[in-house]
């Protein structure tokens, strides 16, 4: 056999220093899933760290970790010395030294050893700050500035001025609210968080943040204020009159520690002597229907020393719970970019247009100067109709919409505090003179997640489809996972979250930001087990559906394999099982979940806006029931037997294999087709291993035969849509899964990208190919559902894959196709960063992976023995960084330790 048709390996190795520390290193520690928290309110925090190392086949063997309440790690400062500990772990390690306490910062670091004999020097410090980890810790008392119960009505300040009588060594500031909120010390605003609280379930879980304010108080005189906003606490949320939820009247809850540089200490506290008042600049304030700001009814210095509040009123003290104040849980929703518009214009009717050339989440900055009373009003939407006029029909209620008066004083600039929008437009009216791109500004805002994924390939649409997938993500993770940003909904609907949170891990660490949406989760809970429709639920006494219900078992589940964090199974395992014993219940001994699905295979391909009729992609929802519930079931199972509960690992398997049975008694014919006979009906009976053994092969090549009867195009809904591509690629279809991916007509995902989307639509066909517009009762232009195809895109087409909980082994598994010329992706997993590509030239396919310190590969590479290549040939045989290589169905699949490997072959 010619050399030119045998492997070439090419091992790409770092430049070994003769430097230790250079060699061996630790860096990006972080404590549950966070650089540096503030607020920590856990017992034993988890340590983690990434190790940096030259040369491949890296393995830490040992570990050793200092804690010290100051970092100069003194002796008589360390909490916890672990000592050389010989294990391999270097994520998730829980804290064990000495009980923490209240307010105190704790330092800690790390050194490794490693499998070549090297140890590293101590990493640099990194630190987490405990918040009040006592309810009693909390001396402040709830105040409510005097105020009108009123919807969409005026925001609410306070204030207090006090005395700092010696030199600061450092200062705390602990704040929550009903209501969202900003604090201000001494004229400015601290932090650089907005939306705080955040949005949890009020009644059980009410987030507080922690502030480092050392350095905005001053000894002597100093003012502390709190602007008040009705956010998600008070505002108008879902339809009609559903509003003030939670509760009708704002208020505040804030304490602020002082430490002075003599050890002395001093706490300033929300009490009975705080002044509010409601006459500011701000006159509404509403998250679906914007903000009213009179820049002549600002206050000058109202949060400073001094300020004349004779005109304010005395707080009243409400005895409201502390016991459900917790820390913060998830990551801050911060500003995270601006962006300019790239055109004005006025329209046909004379409607003064920007556009900013991305459909994002936030609002708008704007500048200019105008004589006092001047009022602006600005309008946002996502999309121009097909006349070129302003449309925002879609936005139903909501008239999401800023309204500014000057207060004739030189230049002024503007943007809204407690409202957020969707749109890629604006409409701007009453703006004096020629409105340039100098005087607007779009605000992006998102919850603030690390990005940890990348994608891309040779394909410009489907470059600009992960763009796409990724700018839904920023839109609608505003601190919970909404369906949609612009309209009068933006809830927490579970299905959706459901369908994309495997992808959403990918693109950002939503670590974090899962955590705290579970735990609301299994607050919101109902009695009986069920889960609601939305999270926090705001739409009361709802039903159960499936698919929509089953988040609280894939979430929890998805969260584990990608992070490796067992935390997540065992605070959500008793509401995963709850979920499932509370269907088991509905279906009783036929185990047939009968009327669980209320929304069916959601927004499934319609030839029109009708009812049922064919061709379409209509599955029957009792069967969709009934595939979620066994589903569910064996993922409670999985759960159960990773930690360790025997018992529960059995039953719930043995529940999952009777309705496994009852289905395919009920759903499945002989001839291998499933009930409904359509897309999403063949993917989750296959996905979920619902199929007898010998009639899987026939179910996909049902499927397959459906997309090809429709001209390479898809049918499916919110549930079939996630799994569609990786069923047929795990059935040896996946060339079938780059016709549906590669598709450009309707309904595909490249369709809307043809049309100009920057965002996932929430339908196939938001815009027709007529540039009309679908149902405008339903139809956001930025709902992230149907991007779950990303999920696909790193896993099957670059081919990274977990093999063990939290990438400790991986899987890379790339899926070339002669259409693309390359694809190529990244993964910075809890150990580093993981990438695989590939590139296809001239007859050759050359695979690049790199794989990270501490953790192992197993590659597959495609059509390498089919080409010629063998386990025996001798660059294989001969290469020590490779092991185990074989022979399995078509591929060459070998072991593989830390690295970057490079290999090329004959491909066809």
Avoid at 57 to 79: C, D, E, G, H, W
Wanted: aromatic letters at 12%.
């Amino acid at each position: 056999m010619q050399r030119n048709y045998l492997l070439s390996l090419l091992l790409v190795c770092l430049s070994i220093s003769a430097v230790r520390s250079q060699a061996l290193s630790t860096y990006d520690l972080s404590c549950e899933h966070k650089v540096n928290p503030l607020g920590l309110d856990v017992a034993q925090p988890r340590l983690s760290w990434k190790i940096k190392a030259d040369g491949n086949n890296m393995l830490q063997t040992a570990y050793a970790i200092q804690v010290a309440t100051t970092p100069a790690f003194s002796r008589k400062s360390l909490v916890w010395d672990s000592g050389k500990q010989n294990a391999g772990t270097s994520v998730l390690l829980p804290y064990q030294g000495d009980a923490l306490t209240s307010g105190q910062r704790y330092y800690w670091k790390v050194k490794v050893w490693d499998n070549k004999g090297r140890e590293s020097d101590w990493s640099a410090p990194a630190y987490w700050e405990t918040g009040l980890l006592k309810t009693a810790d909390w001396t402040a008392q709830w105040i409510e500035p005097e105020q009108e119960e009123m919807r969409d009505g005026p925001a609410l300040f306070l204030r207090k001025d006090f005395n700092l009588d010696r030199n600061i060594a450092s200062a705390r500031a602990y704040v929550t609210a009903h209501g969202l909120y900003e604090l201000y010390l001494n004229g400015e605003r601290v932090g650089d968080q907005v939306f705080t609280p955040g949005w949890t379930v009020y009644n059980e879980r009410l987030q507080y943040q922690v502030y480092d304010v050392t350095e905005q108080l001053k000894r002597g005189d100093n003012a502390v204020g709190i602007a008040l906003g009705d956010g998600w606490y008070r505002g108008s949320l879902a339809w009609s009159d559903n509003w003030g939820i939670y509760g009708k009247r704002l208020g505040a809850l804030c304490q602020i520690e002082v430490t002075y540089t003599n050890g002395r200490k001093a706490t300033i506290i929300t009490d009975a002597n705080w002044k509010g008042t409601s006459d500011g600049p701000i006159i509404l304030n509403s998250i679906y229907n914007g903000e009213t700001y009179d820049a002549r009814k600002e206050m000058p210095g109202w949060s400073t020393a001094g300020f004349d509040d004779s005109s304010w009123k005395a707080v009243k003290v409400t005895d409201d719970a502390k016991d459900v104040i917790i820390a913060t849980q998830t990551v801050p929703v911060r500003k995270v970019q601006e962006i300019s518009p790239i055109k004005i214009w006025r329209t046909p009717n004379g409607t003064l247009v920007a556009d900013f050339g991305q459909n994002l989440v936030g609002w708008m900055r704007l500048k200019g100067t105008a004589p006092a009373g001047t009022e602006v009003t600005i309008r946002h939407a996502e999309v121009m109709d097909k006349f070129g006029e302003f449309y925002t029909e879609n936005l139903r209620a909501a008239h999401a919409m800023l309204k500014y008066t000057f207060k004739g004083q030189g230049e002024e600039s503007y943007e809204p505090r407690f409202t957020f929008m969707g749109f890629r437009y604006i409409a701007v009216e009453g703006f004096p003179g020629e409105l340039k791109p100098e005087n607007i500004t779009a605000v992006v805002i998102h919850s603030d997640m690390k990005p940890t994924g990348s994608f891309e390939c040779s394909n410009p649409l489907i470059n600009q489809l992960q763009h796409n997938i990724v700018w839904g993500q920023k839109g609608n993770f505003l601190d919970v996972p909404t369906d949609c940003p612009q309209r009068d909904e933006r809830l927490g609907w579970t299905g959706d979250a459901q369908a994309f949170c495997r992808t959403a891990a990918f693109n950002m660490d939503v670590s974090a930001f899962f955590t705290k949406w579970l735990q609301d989760l299994s607050a919101d809970q109902r009695a009986d087990g069920g889960v609601p429709f939305v999270i926090p639920n705001v739409l009361g006494g709802q039903g159960v559906s499936a698919g929509w219900g089953d988040v609280a078992t894939i979430a929890p589940w998805t969260m584990y394999q990608v992070y490796g964090d067992k935390g997540f199974l065992e605070t959500q395992y008793p509401s995963m099982k709850a979920y499932v014993d509370y269907i088991r219940e509905k279906a009783g001994d036929s185990h047939l979940w009968t009327g669980g699905s209320v929304f069916g295979d959601w927004l499934y391909y319609k030839p029109k806006m009708t009812n049922h009729t064919e061709p379409d992609g209509y599955t029957n929802p009792d069967m969709i029931a009934t595939m979620f519930f066994a589903y569910s079931a064996d993922l409670v199972s999985k759960a159960a037997n990773v930690l360790g509960k025997n018992e529960d690992a059995v039953l719930y398997s043995e529940l999952y294999g009777q309705i496994k049975q009852a289905f395919q008694d009920n759903y499945i014919t002989a001839s291998g087709r499933v009930a409904s006979d359509s897309q999403t009906s063949y993917v989750l009976a296959l996905m979920f291993d619902l199929m007898p053994e010998d009639m899987k092969s026939k179910a996909a090549q049902h499927l397959v035969s459906d997309i090809q009867r429709r001209g390479n195009h898809l049918s499916t809904g919110f549930l079939g849509t996630p799994y569609l591509c990786h069923v047929l690629s795990d059935n040896g279809h996946t060339s079938v899964g780059y016709d549906l991916l590669l598709q450009e007509t309707y309904p595909s995902w490249l369709y809307p990208v043809k049309m100009g989307a920057t965002t996932i639509w929430e339908r196939w066909d938001g815009q027709k190919t007529d540039s009309t517009f679908q149902d405008k009762g339903m139809n956001s232009f930025n709902h992230y559902a149907y991007g779950a195809i990303g999920d696909w895109m790193y896993r099957v087409v670059a081919g990274i894959e977990i093999g063990e909980p939290g990438y400790k082994q991986i899987c890379i598994q790339p899926h070339p196709d002669n259409r693309l010329e390359y694809a190529k992706a990244g993964f910075d997993s809890s150990y580093g960063e993981i990438a695989s590509g590939w590139e296809l030239k001239d007859g050759q396919l050359t695979v690049t992976v790199s794989i990270p310190p501490n953790t192992t590969a197993l590659i597959e590479l495609p059509g390498a023995n089919a080409n010629g290549t063998r386990a025996n040939d001798r660059n294989i045989r001969d290469n020590t960084d490779l092991k185990n290589v074989q022979e399995v169905g078509g591929k060459l699949q070998m072991e593989v330790g830390s690295g970057r490997y490079v290999f090329t072959y004959p491909f066809q």
